[in-house]
């Protein structure tokens, strides 16, 4: 068998995904998995039969192992569902690591850390538990922290949070798949301390002493910390704090994120390095191999053992074992032959964004790079029938040129198929500029990374030789700054795409094998690959034809405000009522606009000049290019909001002020009448009424009592469909007599989980329970999404809800409802 290894590897990975998705009894997994390798050890005969269900057996009971509660003291089941305000002892797993975020102008830093406990305190009385959690704190821990340290910290003791909105980033799932499953958070550093005490002498970790030297030699010569040198530790060390969002966003426009990983390219480059000076002293390609696996280690151990370095290493490890021993090399069977050992190592992995990157990547290179390159190069040649001696110098350097980068464009292409898919899931972007991009950074990359090996190779004993180093990669990281800036600013450089079906990606993916499928029977292969692709993406295709014309309402309820994203058909009347304030329109607005596909937006209305509901704005306004801002007529004392209100004013073709009898993408404006003020900003908040998808919706913003009143009295709204309310600032939401007067068939308040007092009170819920209307709270259901078509609506939440009685029995029991 030409690729042994590949066989293998699929029927270990099912075993895995079977083990993760499906309770299965860990005891009957082993018992299947020893019955299946007793038949293969003593029959022959059926050796080649039970192979496939062993390694199947084997992968779940691998996973299951990793994910099951096996301990009685384990900390699901002391914690368990509860919050707690609890102390914990263990040992820090990972030195712990920083994020810094830019806010107002200034820096915030943040530590994070893993924490392998070992007692846990909560009612006052120590207790035995095993188990990881993350903890963070506010600013950053003393150098005297790091990997192997025993620690007590105080803080609360909870489940880590879920995304916000569908489509957003999955922070417990993102834990979960690492053996963490709860989150310690901390008010500040005073919250730790050190088991041993701080006078205890315990010299850091060989990874922590090596980065604190290599750190001080990259910059060695230097004038000063600033970008391009943090994003040289980044590079080079695997020094994530200098990968803000803000420095991050144009690499990743562009596509070019993965330099900064210490992953495949680190790797190969200082292996590719070793074997150039070693086979320039004629060392023998077995004593390079000795020398080479080692020193790859040594490299992901002093840059602190980063997953993706793991990866990297073992796949290295895998090539240059088999160019040592002198083996014929196949990318596809190394690539099945690393991923093996990894998911043996940790099945978990599997489930991570960065596995499934580096293997899908080099499997599109392996599949569709190795022979597009062949037929590059045999139509990129000088003639045969042409002695090499008699082609001119000029003719073979040209064509040398061309093949190479004709080359290196073939790989991009590759590497971009690859993970298209797979960058749409997790990063909702297209970036075809990194086509072209990457023939540019990737080289770029190449050098300053390899004059900062240089700079540390010589650091130690030739200090000034390890300065023109680091002027040498500091000027190429400068380099690769402003190409990437400059290049996600060209036209079509990239779009923002909504997250792709899971059919889709499964399609897209067969399509890829198939189309890069060779071999004996290559055609079979391709035929079943594609039948299997196309009968996906006609599932796909079914499930796109029953939701057309239909329109999607999303309510997020964010720290004392909310937003609401009105999605429609195509794009011309898709519409965002407020944004709530700069933090949450950077962190979840932005986000889930982008979730969405959104790159552009041609309507915000802004209710009224609440900063928890417009602080935002700005940010929103410039980073979508909405067309059109609405805002009501009355003035307002929210400095922000009158900041906008300035910006807006020398802009008066995006600026529309509206009051009521006014129309917006659809809807109509029922209140504020024109020339109306009242003194409470909640009571001059625009109201909006109208039919989506055959539905009413009633959008009242924080409506006060005095705006209700009023609302009454005009006669405004149209009765029965949803309404959706914020909670006023002084007394309550949905008087009895708007209740009476629109007669809805669902209620939903965009309370807020936190700060508390923006949570609906026990008033609220009994009145709003005895109408008999059903009642949806977002501090206890989270983001709620409608979807509206033909008359019909339906929704979901994104926590499960709390039984109530002012639900239906038929919605109470689900997450999702259909009512006619």
Same mark, same amino acid.
């Given at each position: 068998?030409?690729?042994?290894?590949?066989?293998?590897?699929?029927?270990?990975?099912?075993?895995?995904?079977?083990?993760?998705?499906v309770?299965l009894?860990?005891?009957?997994?082993?018992?299947?998995?020893?019955?299946?390798?007793?038949?293969?050890?003593?029959?022959?005969?059926?050796?080649?039969?039970?192979?496939?269900?062993?390694?199947?057996?084997?992968?779940?009971?691998?996973?299951?192992?990793?994910?099951?509660?096996?301990?009685?003291?384990?900390?699901?089941?002391?914690?368990?569902?509860?919050?707690?305000?609890?102390?914990?002892?263990?040992?820090?797993?990972?030195?712990?690591?920083?994020?810094?975020?830019?806010?107002?102008?200034?820096?915030?830093?943040?530590?994070?850390?893993?924490?392998?406990?070992?007692?846990?305190?909560?009612?006052?009385a120590?207790?035995?538990?095993?188990?990881?959690?993350?903890?963070?704190?506010?600013?950053?821990?003393?150098?005297?922290?790091?990997?192997?340290?025993?620690?007590?910290?105080?803080?609360?003791?909870?489940?880590?949070?879920?995304?916000?909105?569908p489509?957003?980033?999955?922070?417990?799932?993102?834990?979960?798949?690492?053996?963490?499953?709860?989150?310690?958070?901390?008010?500040?550093?005073?919250?730790?301390?050190?088991?041993?005490?701080?006078?205890?002498?315990?010299?850091?970790?060989?990874?922590?002493?090596?980065?604190?030297?290599?750190?001080?030699?990259?910059?060695?010569?230097?004038?000063?910390?600033?970008?391009p040198?943090?994003?040289?530790?980044?590079?080079?060390?695997?020094?994530r704090?200098?990968?803000?969002?803000?420095?991050?966003?144009?690499?990743?426009?562009?596509?070019?994120?993965?330099?900064?990983?210490i992953?495949?390219?680190?790797?190969?480059?200082?292996?590719?390095?070793?074997?150039?000076?070693?086979?320039?002293?004629?060392?023998?390609?077995?004593?390079?191999?000795?020398?080479?696996?080692?020193?790859i280690?040594?490299?992901?151990?002093?840059?602190?053992?980063?997953?993706?370095?793991i990866?990297?290493?073992?796949?290295?490890?895998?090539?240059?074992?088999?160019?040592?021993?002198?083996?014929?090399?196949?990318?596809?069977?190394?690539?099945?032959?690393?991923?093996f050992?990894?998911?043996?190592?940790?099945p978990?992995?599997?489930?991570?964004?960065?596995?499934?990157?580096?293997?899908?990547?080099?499997?599109?290179?392996?599949?569709?790079g190795?022979?597009?390159?062949?037929?590059?190069?045999?139509?990129?040649?000088?003639?045969?029938?042409?002695?090499?001696?008699?082609?001119?110098?000029?003719?073979?350097?040209?064509?040398s040129?061309?093949?190479?980068?004709?080359? =290196?464009? #073939?790989?991009? +292409?590759? /590497?971009?198929l690859?993970?298209?898919? !797979?960058?749409? @899931?997790?990063?909702? *972007?297209?970036?075809?500029?990194?086509?072209?991009?990457?023939?540019?950074?990737?080289?770029?990359?190449?050098?300053?990374?390899?004059?900062?090996?240089?700079?540390?190779?010589?650091?130690?004993?030739?200090?000034?030789?390890?300065?023109?180093?680091n002027?040498?990669?500091w000027?190429?990281?400068?380099?690769?700054?402003?190409?990437?800036?400059?290049?996600?600013?060209?036209?079509?450089?990239y779009?923002?795409?909504?997250?792709?079906?899971?059919?889709?990606v499964?399609?897209?993916?067969?399509?890829?094998?198939? =189309?890069? #499928?060779?071999? +004996?029977? /290559?055609?079979?292969?391709?035929?079943? !690959?594609?039948? @299997?692709?196309?009968? *996906?993406?006609?599932?796909?295709?079914?499930?796109?034809?029953?939701?057309?014309?239909?329109?999607?309402?999303?309510i997020?309820?964010?720290?004392?405000?909310?937003?609401?994203?009105?999605?429609?058909?195509?794009?011309?009347?898709?519409?965002?009522?407020d944004?709530?304030?700069?933090?949450?329109?950077?962190?979840?607005?932005?986000?889930?606009?982008?979730?969405?596909?959104?790159?552009?937006?041609?309507?915000?209305?802004?209710?009224?000049?609440?900063?928890?509901?417009?602080?935002?704005?700005?940010?929103?306004?410039?980073?979508?290019?909405?067309?059109?801002?609405?805002?009501?007529?009355?003035?307002?004392r929210?400095?922000?909001?009158?900041?906008?209100?300035?910006?807006?004013?020398?802009?008066?073709?995006?600026?529309?002020?509206?009051?009521?009898?006014?129309?917006?993408?659809?809807?109509?404006?029922?209140?504020?009448?024109?020339?109306e003020?009242?003194?409470?900003?909640?009571?001059?908040a625009?109201?909006?009424?109208?039919?989506?998808?055959?539905?009413?919706?009633?959008?009242?913003?924080?409506?006060?009592?005095?705006?209700?009143?009023?609302?009454?009295?005009?006669?405004?709204?149209?009765?029965?469909?949803?309404?959706?309310t914020?909670?006023?600032?002084?007394?309550?939401?949905?008087?009895?007599?708007?209740?009476?007067?629109?007669?809805?068939?669902?209620?939903?308040?965009?309370?807020?989980d936190?700060?508390?007092?923006?949570?609906?009170?026990?008033?609220?819920?009994?009145?709003?329970?005895?109408?008999?209307?059903?009642?949806?709270?977002?501090?206890?259901?989270?983001?709620?999404?409608?979807?509206?078509k033909?008359?019909?609506?339906?929704f979901?939440?994104?926590?499960?809800?709390?039984?109530?009685?002012?639900?239906?029995?038929?919605?109470?029991?689900?997450?999702?409802s259909?009512?006619?």
């Amino acid at each position: 068998m030409k690729r042994p290894i590949l066989p293998v590897l699929l029927w270990y990975m099912g075993g895995v995904v079977i083990g993760a998705w499906v309770a299965l009894p860990i005891v009957g997994l082993f018992i299947l998995s020893f019955v299946a390798l007793g038949a293969g050890l003593f029959s022959g005969r059926l050796r080649p039969f039970v192979l496939g269900p062993l390694l199947l057996f084997a992968g779940a009971a691998n996973v299951t192992c990793k994910t099951t509660v096996l301990s009685p003291i384990d900390i699901r089941l002391i914690v368990g569902e509860n919050i707690e305000t609890a102390r914990v002892r263990g040992k820090i797993v990972q030195t712990p690591t920083h994020r810094i975020r830019w806010r107002n102008g200034k820096e915030i830093w943040r530590t994070l850390a893993v924490i392998e406990v070992d007692s846990l305190n909560c009612t006052g009385a120590w207790q035995r538990v095993c188990g990881r959690i993350a903890a963070d704190v506010p600013g950053v821990l003393g150098r005297e922290y790091f990997s192997g340290r025993a620690v007590e910290v105080f803080g609360v003791l909870q489940h880590p949070p879920g995304p916000a909105a569908p489509g957003l980033f999955d922070y417990r799932s993102y834990l979960r798949w690492q053996g963490i499953y709860y989150r310690l958070q901390t008010r500040s550093t005073n919250n730790w301390i050190l088991v041993g005490g701080r006078q205890e002498k315990v010299r850091p970790p060989l990874s922590e002493r090596f980065v604190e030297w290599a750190q001080k030699t990259l910059s060695r010569g230097l004038s000063a910390e600033d970008e391009p040198l943090r994003l040289l530790w980044a590079m080079t060390l695997g020094w994530r704090t200098a990968l803000t969002d803000e420095v991050s966003e144009p690499f990743m426009k562009t596509g070019t994120m993965h330099i900064f990983a210490i992953s495949g390219l680190h790797v190969a480059l200082l292996a590719t390095i070793l074997v150039a000076v070693l086979r320039v002293v004629r060392v023998p390609r077995s004593v390079c191999g000795i020398v080479i696996i080692p020193t790859i280690w040594f490299y992901t151990a002093a840059t602190g053992w980063q997953a993706s370095a793991i990866r990297s290493s073992i796949m290295m490890t895998v090539v240059v074992l088999g160019w040592a021993l002198r083996r014929p090399g196949d990318l596809l069977n190394s690539l099945a032959a690393s991923a093996f050992l990894i998911l043996v190592w940790d099945p978990r992995q599997l489930f991570q964004a960065g596995f499934q990157l580096s293997f899908f990547v080099v499997l599109s290179m392996a599949l569709l790079g190795e022979p597009l390159i062949e037929r590059v190069r045999g139509m990129i040649r000088t003639d045969p029938w042409v002695p090499g001696e008699l082609v001119p110098a000029w003719k073979r350097w040209a064509i040398s040129g061309l093949r190479n980068t004709a080359n =290196a464009f #073939v790989v991009s +292409l590759s /590497a971009w198929l690859g993970s298209l898919p !797979l960058i749409a @899931v997790y990063f909702h *972007l297209v970036t075809p500029v990194s086509l072209a991009a990457n023939l540019v950074m990737v080289p770029l990359s190449g050098a300053a990374l390899t004059c900062g090996l240089g700079s540390l190779l010589c650091g130690a004993w030739a200090g000034w030789v390890s300065e023109l180093f680091n002027h040498s990669a500091w000027f190429w990281m400068r380099l690769m700054m402003l190409i990437s800036e400059k290049a996600s600013l060209l036209p079509g450089a990239y779009f923002r795409v909504p997250t792709p079906h899971f059919g889709l990606v499964c399609a897209y993916y067969l399509a890829l094998v198939a =189309a890069g #499928v060779q071999g +004996l029977h /290559a055609r079979r292969w391709r035929t079943g !690959l594609v039948v @299997v692709a196309l009968m *996906l993406f006609a599932v796909f295709c079914v499930g796109a034809w029953s939701r057309r014309g239909e329109v999607t309402v999303t309510i997020l309820p964010m720290r004392g405000g909310h937003a609401v994203l009105v999605d429609g058909p195509g794009r011309a009347n898709d519409l965002l009522i407020d944004c709530g304030d700069e933090q949450s329109a950077a962190f979840v607005v932005k986000a889930y606009l982008e979730s969405r596909g959104f790159s552009r937006l041609p309507w915000m209305v802004l209710t009224h000049g609440d900063v928890r509901h417009v602080g935002g704005a700005s940010l929103i306004a410039e980073e979508f290019q909405v067309a059109t801002v609405c805002t009501g007529q009355n003035r307002s004392r929210s400095p922000s909001y009158r900041q906008m209100l300035a910006q807006l004013a020398q802009e008066p073709k995006r600026w529309r002020q509206l009051c009521s009898g006014d129309t917006v993408a659809g809807l109509r404006v029922v209140h504020p009448a024109r020339g109306e003020s009242f003194a409470m900003a909640d009571d001059n908040a625009i109201v909006l009424d109208g039919e989506l998808g055959g539905v009413r919706l009633l959008l009242l913003s924080d409506l006060g009592p005095e705006g209700q009143a009023a609302l009454i009295e005009r006669g405004g709204p149209g009765r029965g469909g949803i309404v959706v309310t914020g909670l006023p600032s002084r007394g309550e939401p949905l008087s009895e007599s708007l209740i009476e007067a629109v007669n809805p068939e669902l209620v939903i308040v965009a309370d807020s989980d936190w700060p508390a007092y923006e949570r609906a009170g026990e008033a609220v819920r009994k009145r709003l329970g005895k109408s008999g209307v059903p009642v949806l709270y977002c501090s206890d259901v989270g983001t709620v999404t409608l979807r509206l078509k033909a008359g019909h609506w339906q929704f979901s939440t994104m926590n499960p809800r709390k039984p109530s009685d002012a639900l239906p029995q038929e919605a109470s029991s689900s997450d999702e409802s259909d009512v006619d």
